[in-house]
């Protein structure tokens, strides 16, 4: 008692405004009721308590009910509660309450999610409550997003113990016991909002380092102690591919340099070809290179994808490491808040909660996601023939009748196309969501991979069936080179427009004025600003975008070598556009802690593989090999069957040099097995002391 | 030592004769110097000693030595000793000495090796000494095959403490510290052999539920007991494999059956195309099924190996769980003995053993072993060209002189690639050996993975080069069925005599006279007898046998449906001979415990990825689908790009079946993840303790 009243007393004392203004950490006017709740151990005493969260409750809702809120945020764990701190705000009535987690809790928290941090001897190790303070700084090393995420976790955790009527709200959303309390709330309205809130002067201190001067690197430790390891991981792969770029970007230059006055000539060629419709090959230009620029850009791509995947996936171990996210217990922890099932034991954990059977699971994938999937597929397959058909239909009425109007329809194909395309991934992206949550998953990972997987194999399939329509039926490399350059250019332009500079000029010249705040706002209105900011979008179209280049570049790119050149200047911009946004035009997301980028990585490495073949296709469709072949009197299908052998040879070759170049670099893997052993022995030791303490 | 000399006593005076007959378990004659050493903790007492493992000394070895021998075996772990228990045979003077091991020697190696025995919840744990009543009947738990595997395991480490003459023996022979005992005896002929004995009273039980009546079912466990988990892996697959044989032989009967009159004519017309070396079809049956013979069995067959390799996954997971090998600590344990390296502390053990960088022996591989073996790769095509350019210049050597000495020249290349083929396996053999013994693995299962894929990918060579041709290059349909159905039965005939009508003529008639044994005879030259047996040849060649087995029936069965029933009569006869051969030809092999098939496994699931290809690639070459395509119009062109994108979808079907039927069946996986779960609560637990002892 006399230790709680001690702590209270210093929370609600500290008033000296130049603390407030450097740290940011106090509210401003300690009126009555409105303070922290008291911590509920003397341990987790602290002069300072740090606003994490935001909680914005519905319009309506009463004194009672946030009085209410308010004490299950409090209340120890073991009473039900979250044991967080929370403040009303401005006053008992207001409409926000600010959420903050005291030591105890975090470092409870950080134990169950599997956290690794810095060991008394310098190496990560699983971070251990009892064994704090064997780690280093146990104080303050939880970074911000970890402590953000861990409130988050621990609301979305809440759950009801016995049957509870909500003060102030109808008999009708009575809680039943285990139902998730946030849940609830959030669907009586009770709860509209819940987001971390941004850290000024850290947010600053990133900006500088990040996007403002001319730097060359990422701050990308501080991008994961400020926005988590899911944003810095996204940060670190595109650092990581656009240094990568170099050398396709050097090669492509090379190539085009060198082979310049060649290469025009080629591409006259096959505009005479391709438009005269006729395959014939005028036979007046006999001293190129034996292996065109196409043939050495096919064969480059194929060994740089595969190799850039297996370093990439190298460097990712060792971020994963170097960001404690490497042993993280997500299977081990409670289940995610729409997790349902009948209750049950957990056979691994032993803890009372819903289970759900995994054969059930792999059925409704088998028998629902994957059909409703493929007529989605199927769906866009028929849109791209119902637009090929219509187009020659409007074509051959244009023929025929040669005026205004018909010139006017011959837009009608493409419009409908786009419409219907749109419209589709609209009612996709809805179903996605629908069907991966009937899949049931457990874990927030396995849910977010799930979804997905499932948007990503339409998106891919929306992006690329149109190329490769192009390269594989209608065999014709200058149209295929003509469109991978418009696109690459048109769709550039158009992201970085609708990405930065949109939300720039609309953050500046609408949001913005309803926003100014002035150095006098007291805190609780700085908060509440936070909220006009649109919600971040999540890294979905980030990724997506870079895998779309990725695939323009790994499986197109021998047929216009200046693609890497283009991404590189693309990606170099991207990355500050991406880092400016993210701090500065949205809200600050939650973020959980990551191993690695999830599905995204067998993303990438399925294109890196379908490159090989892709390359093999292209590379023999190159006018130089089609016309060495005819001169070395070969058939088409000698060279076809040739094709297909140096195909299956190439798939061998990357499957034995991604077998050869380890995942995990070595001292990684050591460092793992030493954590292994460690636990190996420990639970040798454990049993050893029991044994012991009986003999004693 | 009170009571060393109470065990001492009981174990040397027990000697009704009834104990000796009944359990096998007690030497003899316990003259003055020849009985077994101290055990040296009274826990480990026992009245009755079992024979384990017999070492042969060289014939000049004087009894100086021996009773050295002996002391370093019978010596505890801390004084530089095996802590096993030693019996000189008849007398001090004989050239054997029979080894055993005392309870708490066996109990800590098994915990050493990460053996996972039942525990008390009935779940399978990973074995801890201190720990062990919790586990159900520690005392007899492990299996002999375990008890005198750990035999071998504690010899072979066997290290000198500091620099030490051995007695009897040169100068010369002076053992340096760290140097590996069992290693130095052997190269100075001290140490002749050392191997597990037989318990003929389990082996005569064994045999009866294995081999000797018409019983179905092996009797797995009791094979693993005996023989251990290498040998009860391979028995298990075998009945595994020979089962799931089931499907396609009644497949293969079906269309043999049912097509028997249009299969004959399309035979026949076949043959007539052959001989007259024209592809003119007749065509004058029409009347045949859509979907012929041997379309459905190319496509059952690419299922069919998909699945069967899936399913045995599970299958082996299950089976390593039962067996309690599914955790081995392998990489945690000491190093083979043969391992070199600078002296220093292990990263993750923190023992001080010889380390040896990982690196290097990437480099070693990718540097010395890949461009060898591919040398001999293509020494082995050279040697199949070779032959052919022989042949064809035989032949026409022989048309044109059509005398007595050209006919017997027609046989000469086919014995001279015989004779090349036969030298090039033996000295690649030994290369092999070098190669990997140069690879310096640290663990006894790297080196005989690496070893085994060596020889694997030589043999596989050297077995499919010739079909292969045939398919793929000579594109010959009938010459292949012929080829496959004379090596099924010339192969498997040749088999069977050579590996058990051959032993076991020899066994009988001309080892076995040697070899009487009465019931009066001394234990010890019942032991002393078993020398006689050849050494068991390991599993090598069975497992061959069963790779090109499965590759006759998955990469090419479709052109000779009968293959699967072949296959089939030939196992369920197989599986009798290899037990009784295993059990009466050969002497016990020691056989460390495994987790899996290791290697072989990748083996067959690269011909079960193989036989994709080659199952399109036959469909093509079927007749019937070359009528359809030339019925249809389709361009050769065309049906060859047709049968590309089909077989990219039927490998994307492939990799998406084996995705989804998940490697482990989901108890497994759940008691996995509680095992794991568990040892992180217990180092958790372990800090806790501690931090409680401070503060206590």
New interface residues.
């Given amino acids: 008692m006399n230790v709680q009243d001690f702590v209270q007393k210093a929370l609600t004392h500290q008033k000296e405004p130049k603390e407030y203004e450097k740290g940011g950490k106090l509210l401003s006017k300690p009126s009555a009721g409105s303070s922290w709740t008291k911590v509920s151990c003397p341990c987790c005493f602290s002069e300072r308590v740090e606003p994490l969260v935001l909680v914005k409750l519905g319009g309506k809702v009463g004194p009672e009910t946030k009085r209410w809120l308010i004490k299950v945020i409090g209340a120890p764990q073991k009473d039900g509660g979250a044991a967080l701190l929370a403040h009303p705000g401005e006053d008992a009535s207001g409409d926000i309450i600010v959420v903050s987690a005291p030591r105890c809790t975090l470092l409870r928290a950080a134990?169950e999610l599997?956290l690794c941090k810095t060991y008394r001897s310098g190496d990560m190790e699983?971070f251990?409550?009892?064994?704090r303070?064997n780690f280093k700084d146990s104080g303050v090393f939880l970074t911000l997003a970890e402590r953000q995420y861990i409130v988050k976790y621990e609301l979305d955790g809440l759950r009801v113990q016995r049957d509870l009527r909500i003060p102030g709200l109808p008999e009708s959303r009575m809680l039943q016991k285990r139902d998730n309390i946030w849940q609830k709330l959030s669907s009586a309205g009770v709860v509209v909002d819940t987001f971390p809130l941004h850290n000024r002067k850290k947010l600053k201190d990133l900006g500088e380092a990040w996007y403002s001067g001319n730097q060359l690197a990422q701050p990308l430790d501080s991008v994961n102690d400020y926005f988590g390891s899911a944003v810095a991981f996204y940060f670190s792969f595109l650092d990581f591919y656009t240094w990568s770029l170099l050398t396709p970007a050097i090669l492509g230059l090379a190539i085009s340099y060198f082979s310049v006055a060649f290469f025009s000539s080629e591409v006259k060629k096959e505009m005479v070809d391709s438009v005269s419709g006729s395959k014939v090959i005028i036979n007046d230009d006999d001293s190129g290179p034996m292996i065109s620029g196409h043939m050495l850009q096919a064969m480059f791509s194929m060994i740089w994808s595969t190799v850039f995947m297996e370093l990439w996936k190298r460097r990712s171990s060792s971020l994963s490491y170097r960001w404690g996210t490497m042993n993280l217990?997500e299977?081990?922890a409670e289940p995610r808040p729409n997790f349902y099932g009948d209750l049950g034991v957990n056979?691994?954990?032993g803890r009372v909660e819903p289970l759900f059977p995994?054969?059930k699971r792999?059925l409704r994938m088998?028998l629902v996601s994957v059909p409703v999937v493929g007529l989605f597929l199927g769906l866009v397959v028929l849109g791209m023939m119902c637009f090929y058909w219509g187009e020659a239909q409007v074509k051959q009425l244009h023929k025929d009748w040669n005026s205004l109007l018909s010139q006017a329809l011959l837009y009608i194909p493409s419009v409908l196309h786009i419409v219907y395309t749109n419209m589709l991934g609209n009612v996709y992206r809805n179903v996605a969501q629908s069907l991966t949550e009937y899949e049931n998953h457990r874990e927030e990972s396995a849910f977010e991979n799930h979804l997905t997987a499932k948007i990503l194999v339409f998106t891919f399939f929306n992006n690329f069936a149109v190329l490769f329509h192009i390269a594989f039926f209608k065999q014709d490399v200058p149209l295929l080179r003509k469109r991978l350059a418009s696109l690459l250019i048109v769709s550039q332009l158009v992201n970085q427009v609708t990405e930065v500079v949109i939300p720039f000029l609309v953050d500046r010249f609408i949001s913005a004025p309803h926003r100014t705040e002035s150095e006098d706002d007291p805190k609780e209105d700085k908060f509440r600003n936070q909220r006009t900011l649109p919600v971040f979008p999540g890294l979905f179209a980030e990724y997506i975008e870079l895998l779309v280049q990725f695939g323009y570049l790994s499986l197109f790119s021998c047929v216009y070598p200046l693609t890497a050149v283009l991404l590189l200047i693309n990606n170099i911009t991207e990355i500050r556009s991406d880092a400016y946004k993210i701090c500065n035009l949205f809200r600050k997301p939650f973020s959980p802690p990551v191993a690695n980028m999830g599905v995204w990585q067998v993303a990438f490495e399925v294109l890196s593989f379908v490159s090989v073949?892709s390359n093999c296709w292209l590379l023999l469709l190159s006018p130089r090999l089609q016309e060495l072949c005819r001169e070395g009197g070969l058939s088409?299908?000698n060279v076809?069957?040739l094709a297909?052998f140096g195909e299956?040879v190439l798939i061998l070759i990357k499957f034995i040099m991604a077998a050869?170049i380890p995942d995990e670099p070595?001292w990684i893997r050591?460092k793992r097995?030493?954590m292994e052993?460690?636990?190996?022995q420990?639970?040798?030791?454990?049993?050893?002391?029991?044994?012991t303490d009986f003999i004693v």
Same sequence: chains 1, 2.
Avoid: C
């Fill in positions: 134990e599997g699983a251990s409550y009892n064994d303070d217990a299977r081990f056979p691994v954990t995994e054969w792999d088998v073949i088409s299908t076809l069957l297909v299956h050869l070595d050591k097995d030493q052993y460690t636990s190996m420990a639970l040798k030791e454990q049993v050893n002391a029991i044994s």
